[in-house]
């Protein structure tokens, strides 16, 4: 069986670098792209499972990107989550209008991963466990950290160490 793809778009290479780290734990394979161009572009290349999605880019913002994506008939089932600083209820918001699947704020905490990645079944195993984890407005999911009664419940289920923690960019 293939592994589950996910891509992340996002202009900070830590952010990058650290989810992908932490994805990749979850034996994933992950895509990288640093602006909402080669965002695109590497969708068409590489058909992902799922794509995490900065908001503030060079080249092409994330709405605008997500705009695209749940516009064509050949990517519109592709999850699309956000990942961003901006975390305000217009934030998710404006996320949803463009067609977002969820959202999760930065900095973002591997057990949240973890639940957005079982949340779109691209990890099977705690799919059942921990998919009441999130609320749910209007169609668009955003990840609720406190509902989510341990970070080392999750992690440890994937022998997943919570020593990540992404706080710039």
């Known amino acids: 069986m293939l592994n589950k793809k996910v891509l992340i778009v996002d202009d900070c290479i830590i952010v990058r670098t650290l989810n ?3 994805l990749t734990k979850m034996g994933l394979d992950i895509t ?14 590489e058909h992902p ?5 900065d908001i503030i880019m060079p080249k092409m913002n994330g709405y605008e990107v997500c705009r695209q994506l749940k516009s064509k008939p050949q ?7 956000f990942c961003s600083h901006k975390n305000e209820e217009v934030d998710v918001y404006w996320a949803m209008k463009q067609g977002a699947d969820g959202y999760i704020s ?3 905490k591997n057990y949240e991963l973890m639940a957005v990645m079982a949340r779109f079944n691209i990890i099977k195993d705690v799919s059942d466990k921990y998919s009441n984890q999130f609320l749910y407005k209007q169609g ?3 990840i609720l950290s406190p509902e989510i009664e341990s970070e080392s419940n999750l992690t440890d289920f994937l022998s997943i160490q919570p020593s990540i923690s992404v706080n710039i960019c």
Do not use: F
């Open 20 to 22: 992908s780290h932490i």
């Open 32 to 45: 990288l792209a640093s602006n909402g161009l080669e965002g695109l572009e590497k969708v068409k290349l």
């Open 49 to 53: 499972d799922l794509v995490l999605l």
């Open 75 to 81: 990517t519109m089932d592709i999850p699309v989550v």
């Open 106 to 108: 930065k900095p973002v």
């Open 140 to 142: 668009c999911v955003r």
